[in-house]
């Protein structure tokens, strides 16, 4: 199974940045989250966004200044990220799972997820 993470870089404080997610081996009834990793720290959930009921959710971190979509004819889940700040910079990863999974949860794990794609590096600094 493949996702495939795409759209981190180096990005001044303010900037915005809009990654993306093709989950192309699954049919797009699956929910999708985001998660980040700082260097030195545990990996987070950031944003997840489920078909299934229409659910959304994001970190408290996150909130309002992070959007999470999908394409559905590209079957591609993108995060447009705005306001970004320093603590944004961490490699961010998508993942999905086969079991339908609701994103109307107070909080992301990251043991909803059993499939991981490789994640991209965004960093943010001036």
């Known amino acids: 199974v493949q996702l495939q993470a795409s759209g981190g870089g180096l990005v001044q404080p303010g900037g915005s940045l809009r990654l993306s997610c093709s989950t192309p081996?699954?049919?797009?009834?699956?929910?999708v989250g985001w998660f980040r990793q700082a260097s030195g720290k545990e990996r987070e959930g950031v944003s997840c966004?489920?078909?299934?009921?229409?659910?959304?959710s994001y970190a408290d971190s996150v909130k309002g200044r992070f959007a999470i979509s999908k394409n559905n004819a590209e079957n591609t889940v993108y995060l447009q990220m705005n306001n970004l700040k320093p603590e944004d910079t961490a490699v961010y990863y998508c993942?999905?799972?086969?079991?339908?999974?609701?994103?109307?949860?107070?909080?992301?794990?990251?043991?909803?997820?059993?499939?991981w794609g490789q994640g991209t590096l965004v960093t943010v600094s001036s």
């Open positions: 966004f489920s078909p299934i009921d229409g659910s959304t």
């Open positions: 081996e699954f049919d797009g009834s699956n929910a």
């Open positions: 993942a999905t799972d086969a079991s339908p999974i609701s994103c109307d949860t107070s909080e992301l794990h990251v043991e909803m997820f059993g499939y």
